[in-house]
Every structure is written in structure tokens, then in C-alpha cells.
């Protein structure tokens, strides 16, 4: 009995070690993700070379894009700091607690969830024009 709760206990630490994989699409208002995030922790989020979504025509990767003519509405995007279709995680659902992950961040967990929230940067109303998705890949940092 002893070895197989140690079997199960490692085969468990092992899965958690290689991470996970998950879709974060571009029009829901919030993708949620199950994944056990610890405060303290550090964390390596990055999605595959060569993933890309649409916004209306414009095709991108997770670092968004930037247009000149859309610089009149940059303060009407949920994070007004970031590129258009950057895409972006949150602890909870709510942009108060969000950062930023593009193409891929380390994160240094400053609060506990069960769950991230993710989302192409986007003009609130403006996500039925959104298509595709990305992969998003999360694992403990190496040590």
C-alpha cells in the first residue's frame, strides 16, 4: 500500500513537472484554464513559434500588433498599455489582477488560483470580429 501511494505521489509531481498545454481562443471575453498557480512559485508561460489569431483581417501572434490608425482608440482596449491582440492573462476575472504573456513571460506568482483567465487585448465590444487561437504552454520554471 505504502509503494503504490509513493508511485502515485511521483507519477503526480512528474506531471506537474512537464507542464501543460491549454487554448486560449481569441473571442470569448475570458478563456479560463485550469491550472494550480502558488504564490511564491515562478512559473514559464510561452505559446509555440508560428501560432497566430485574427483580429477582423489583421493575422498576429501572441505579441499583438500595432496600427497607426487605431492609436485614437488604444485607451478603449482592456489593457491600454499593450499592443492589440497581445495576449494576456489574469489570477482572477478581473483586469486589475491581469499581465502581460505575449509570445512567452516567466511569471513570479504574486497571488494563488486554481484557475488562470486569458484573453487576446481587444476593444471590449469588438470580439466578434475575432478568430483563431493560440496555444498556451505553462510549467514550473526550472530550478
Known sequence: MKSTLVLVAAALLASAAFGQSFEVDSKPYW??????????????????????????????GPEGYERTFLHLFDGLKRM????????????APEESTCFDVGAGTTLQATMSTDALHCFANDVPHFYWNNKG???????????
Open 133 to 143: 487561437s493560440l496555444q498556451l504552454d505553462v510549467s514550473p520554471a526550472s530550478l
Open 80 to 91: 491600454p498599455h499593450l499592443p492589440y491582440f497581445r495576449l494576456v492573462c489574469c489570477y
Open 31 to 60: 478563456n479560463t484554464v485550469s491550472v494550480e498557480i502558488k504564490a511564491g512559485s515562478t512559473y514559464e508561460l510561452s505559446v509555440p513559434t508560428g501560432e497566430k489569431w485574427t483580429d477582423w483581417y489583421i493575422d498576429c
